[in-house]
């Protein structure tokens, strides 16, 4: 199980960022094919682990956290290999994005430092998300355009507000500003791209 929560979190580093683990403030979830192939890949290991393991030699409250792991895995294996949900799910990044901007924008337990170095590495990765986005989706519905219209307002909303959130050196300051210009036009572009699709 540590060795699971250690993996999870460097793979999903938003919900490093909702539980305090400051090592992933900077980083984003990056699906693409080989980044998913590598994932799943992971789950499949953790699983044939676990099934090497003697449920009923455990003690109840590791025999708990045994039921509660493997359950956990078997529905990772099962969004990966049958959801597939960054083909046809635009939310799926875009809620990645929103939600990993308002927690190192909003929670009060983030240093000034991690906070800076949180949006420096954050709004870098925006573009090459989005870009990833476009590669593997297929298709998806109205409903999904609609929400993810707002979504895109959301997160540029957020963008907006961040430099009065951040107290650093002017240069680095400079540096995010940049990066802030080029999330929000590959935000932009993206809406236009799903607009037309």
Known sequence: SEAFSSWYYKFHPIEATRFGISKHHDAFRLSNYSQNDEYIADVSR??????????????????????????KLEQMKFIMNDIRP?????LWVLME???????????????????????EGRMKLIPKVLDNSREMMILYSSQHLSYGNLVIDNIINIIDEMPLKLNSDNLTLDEIDISINKSKKSLLDYRKWLNQK
């Open 97 to 119: 994005i929103y939600e990993g901007l308002f927690l190192i924008s909003e929670m009060q337990e983030i240093s000034m430092g991690d906070r800076v170095k949180a949006v």
């Open 86 to 90: 960054w083909e046809w799910n635009p």
């Open 46 to 71: 953790f699983i044939i682990e676990l099934s090497q393991i003697d449920p009923t030699k455990l003690t109840i409250k590791n025999r708990i956290d045994y039921d509660i792991l493997y359950s």
